[in-house]
Structures are given as structure tokens and as C-alpha cells.
């Protein structure tokens, strides 16, 4: 019988297996984005919460089977299997083969690279705030392949598209999304 966990319980595992501060602040990133979208499209937002907050449970301590570890490690916990699935499905061509079919899996596929770009164009801004970060400011840093070179910006065209939204609404609700956890993750400006 899976048990679903609560938020709480999520963010001390996240916690056990992840040390490192910038990937604390990715999760809740990620966590709020993925509440974000959830209310925009009227989910559960406590589960999209949840799997956006582990969605790289295993990645500090297993890299190198980063999407593979997280099965083994949340099974044991009798974690739902949806939530397993949504969270290995965000390195789906990357480092899984488990795609993301359902509209959750998308957002969290797409979200994830892109949560990386918004990030590092709200720290290059002179009050280093996402605040006052726009989606013109984002798209002027998407051109400039060597700004935040290691963001994936084929996953988020594809994630866009298997969405079926325009890329603009995607980034303009993902800022929107960053913007209420500003203070958690570093963003709130100077």
C-alpha cells in the first residue's frame, strides 16, 4: 500500500539526501513553479508541490544515476508509483527512458531547465531580484548560448510543445511562480 507523503516529510528526505544549498533552493524552486502551474490548471497542488520538491532527490548523492536511485529510494518509502514516475520522467533522454505523459510530468519536465535560466538572469540584474525579472529579459538571455550554458534549452522547446503552450506563457508563469518564494531562494533583490 504506497503512502502519500506530506510536504514536511518530502522536504526532511530531500534534506537527507541533499546537502548542498543551491540544489535546496532548485527544489523549492521547482516546488513553487510546480504549485504555480498546478493552480493554474486546477490540480492537486500539494502533490505537484511535493514532486517538484524531490524531483532530484538522488542527485547530489548518486550523479551518476541521477532518475534511477530516486525508484529504489522512494519505493522503499512506498511513495505512490505516479509520483516516482512524474519524478524520474523530468530526465526523460537525459539519464531516463520513462517519458512524460501526463500534463504534470510535462510542467515538471519543461520547468526544471528552465527554472535554471530564470534563475541566472534574475542574478545578473542589478538588484539581483526576480521581482523585477521579465520574459523579454529571459528570452534576450535564451539567444546568448554561452549565458547559463548548462541549461537545456531543447527540453524546454520540447517541453513547451508537448504542452502545447507558447514558450513566452511558459517563462512569463514560471517567474510568476519564482516570485512567491523570492525570499527562500535568494531572489528578493537587494
Partial sequence: MSKVPTREEAFALFKEYNQNESLIKHALTVEA???HFA?????DVEKWGIIGLVH???YEKF???HCQKVKEILTEK???EEYIKAIQSHGWKLC???EPTEKME?????IDELTGLVTA????RPDRSIMETTVKSVKKKWKQKSFAAGVNREVIEEGAKMLGMDLDTIIDETIKGMQKVADEIGLKGE
Fill in 33 to 35: 513553479v510546480m504549485r
Fill in 39 to 43: 493552480e493554474l490548471f486546477g490540480e
Fill in 56 to 58: 532530484d532527490l538522488d
Fill in 63 to 65: 550523479p551518476e544515476q
Fill in 78 to 80: 512506498e511513495w505512490p
Fill in 96 to 98: 531516463s527512458n520513462v
Fill in 106 to 110: 510535462k510542467v515538471l519536465y519543461t
Fill in 121 to 124: 538572469t534574475a542574478l545578473v
